[in-house]
């Protein structure tokens, strides 16, 4: 599983002209599915994702993760994250899991953050979704398990 973090004092999921999703300070984290990952790497990408200290603690350095100052977690799935870019002029998705394992592990992927102890939001699966942030840094970390 492959996860792109994003530092944000905002950020927001459109889907038909409707906003359905909406988190102030936290993490926007758009997760891709590979087929070869499971339960176990769900729920161990969402123990870092909690856990990653990427907000400034009283003396400027980042020593706080998101569960550690209260913020709030809005998960995407974002496939393209899967791609395989070394080479060529166009990705390729060989990689990507079926939409069947993504939804569930992206699902459960969700349901892990809020065992952490977070507030969890998420976008629509498979949906043309609109996304607005406002990344606070700029902050963007990629996390692989």
């Known amino acids: 599983m492959i996860a792109l973090l994003q530092r944000v004092s905002q950020a927001s999921v459109m889907v038909d002209g409707q906003i359905i999703a909406n988190i102030n300070h936290g993490l926007l984290v758009f997760v891709g599915v590979e087929k070869t990952d499971d339960e176990k790497k769900a729920k161990r990408l969402a123990e870092r994702v909690a856990g990653y200290r990427v907000f400034e603690d009283e003396q400027g350095k980042t020593?706080?993760?998101?569960?550690?100052?209260?913020?709030?977690?809005?998960?995407?799935?974002?496939f393209t994250l899967?791609?395989?870019?070394?080479?060529?002029?166009?990705p390729s998705f060989s990689d990507a899991a079926s939409p069947e394992l993504a939804n569930q592990l992206y699902l459960d992927f969700a349901s892990q953050i809020e065992t952490q102890g977070l507030s969890v939001q998420?976008?629509?699966?498979?949906?043309?979704?609109?996304v607005s942030l406002i990344n606070d840094?700029?902050?963007?970390?990629?996390?692989?398990?």
């Open 63 to 78: 020593n706080l993760s998101v569960n550690d100052t209260g913020g709030e977690v809005l998960v995407v799935s974002q």
């Open 82 to 90: 899967a791609a395989d870019t070394k080479k060529g002029m166009r």
């Open 122 to 130: 998420t976008g629509k699966f498979q949906a043309d979704m609109k």
């Open 137 to 145: 840094g700029p902050m963007t970390f990629t996390l692989k398990i």
